[in-house]
T-cell receptor, first 121, second 112 residues
Framework: QMQLQESGPGLVKPSETLSLTCTVS????????WSWIRQPAAKGLEWIGRISSDTGNTDYNPSLKSRVTMSVDTSKSQFSLKLTSVTAADTAMYYCARGYIWGNYRPFDYWGQGTLITVSS | DIVLSQSPPSLPVTPGEPVSISCRSS???????????VDWYLQRPGQSPHLLIYLGSNRASGVPDRFSGSGSGSDFTLKISGVEAEDVGIYYC?????????FGQGTKVEIK
């Protein structure tokens, strides 16, 4: 059974860069797209972006595009998120997930348990 | 971005009774390839979301057959034929027709 596990600092200061890593186990990271999705407390879900493990190609949410960078390290079965210039509005639970692939459609079929990120001085 | 509107926002239910959740899109989610790009997810309390239905009506692996998805164009419905205690949580529809994929605001199902 594939498992995803997010890791991150928990607390980030305003204006600094948030860095998160998702480790994939129980299956191959290759051949898939991998996404980051966030959820502010008591609010809905927002897709941040995705990366292809095979090509490194990325797609980002236009609302965050100027601040987001995603990368993948297949040798470690990990993919990562960097979000720059964070503010309190970036405080949220951050999930990593497998998916989505549009052409031969694959939705978000595996999710990590989430990691809570608080932006505060 | 495509906007998804779910109703009702909250749904108190009695175990065993049927449940219906609506999701309406600001534009059609039918692509020329014949696929309708709407999925349904359930987020149980304290858990991450998990996939129930994809491409409008396809149950994900391991999802009980009491769950079904239907609809077309811009109007979709998730039905639970007889709700069970483990079905409590927030249900989200999601569209994947365009980048970024967007989610509805959620429907909270709770036991009366």
């Amino acid at each position: 059974q594939m498992q995803l596990q997010e890791s991150g600092p928990g607390l980030v200061k305003p204006s600094e860069t948030l860095s998160l890593t998702c480790t994939v186990s129980g299956g191959s990271i290759r051949g898939h797209y991998w996404s980051w999705i966030r959820q502010p407390a008591a609010k809905g879900l927002e897709w941040i972006g995705r990366i292809s493990s095979d090509t490194g190609n990325t797609d980002y949410n236009p609302s965050l595009k100027s601040r987001v960078t995603m990368s993948v390290d297949t040798s470690k079965s990990q993919f990562s998120l960097k979000l720059t210039s964070v503010t309190a509005a970036d405080t949220a639970m951050y999930y990593c997930a497998r998916g989505y692939i549009w052409g031969n459609y694959r939705p978000f079929d595996y999710w990590g348990q989430g990691t809570l990120i608080t932006v505060s001085s | 971005d495509i906007v998804l509107s779910q109703s009702p926002p909250s749904l108190p239910v009695t175990p065993g009774e049927p449940v219906s959740i609506s999701c309406r899109s600001s534009q059609s989610l039918l692509h020329s390839n014949g696929n309708t790009y709407v999925d349904w997810y359930l987020q149980r309390p304290g858990q991450s979301p998990h996939l129930l239905i994809y491409l409008g009506s396809n149950r994900a692996s391991g999802v009980p057959d009491r769950f079904s998805g239907s609809g077309s164009g811009s109007d979709f419905t998730l039905k639970i034929s007889g709700v069970e205690a483990e079905d409590v949580g927030i249900y989200y529809c999601m569209e994947a027709l365009q980048i970024p994929p967007t989610f509805g605001q959620g429907t909270k199902v709770e036991i009366k």
